[in-house]
Each structure stands twice: as C-alpha cells, then as structure tokens.
C-alpha cells in the first residue's frame, strides 16, 4: 500500500496529435467502442470519420438526430431522430439497414 500512496498523480492523459479547424459547429459526437471511428452530427448531417478525420461517409436524415449510440461491435450505428424515428446504419456503408418509429 505505501507504494501507490506514494505516487505522483498525473494530469496528462491525452496527447493533441493534430489540430483542425471545423467549418460548422458539432451538435453530436460519439467514438466507435472497437475501431478508430467516430460519427458526427453537424449540419444536420451523420458523418463517419477516422480519427484522423477522413470522411468515410455522411447521410441526410429525414428528421433532426437528436443521439447516435454504437452496437457494443462497432458494426452498425443507431441514431435516434426529433420525431421518434431509430435508424439503423450499416457503418461500412452508412446504407440503412433497418427503420424503426417509436409511438407515444
């Protein structure tokens, strides 16, 4: 026990590898939990990038995307609309791959 009371806390957890100026304001982000991807919403649009931002893909959706959640595989994307809509997005392709719609 004394040698973890003895250390030293860090603060620098991340290291800021590159710097990019954004031409729209990110409404929603959310890192892929298996694979270097993130998707983003801005603009009303769905983007796929790498960490290194390439652009893999971006769709339009019908309805504002109020949350983008990851399958625990990385292989698919769920993102939940304004009107209660649930798209299910193929993340090699960003082709739907399933609609649902929540009634309340």
Known sequence: MEGIQNR???TDHFVITKEL???????LACWCPTMDLCAVVSDGQLYLHRMDWQLLWAVSPEAQITTV???PDGKELAAGDSQGGISILNVESGV???KHKVHY
């Open 8 to 10: 030293t806390p860090t």
């Open 96 to 98: 739907l791959v399933a």
């Open 69 to 71: 959640c990851w399958r």
């Open 21 to 27: 100026a954004l031409s729209s304001d990110i409404t």
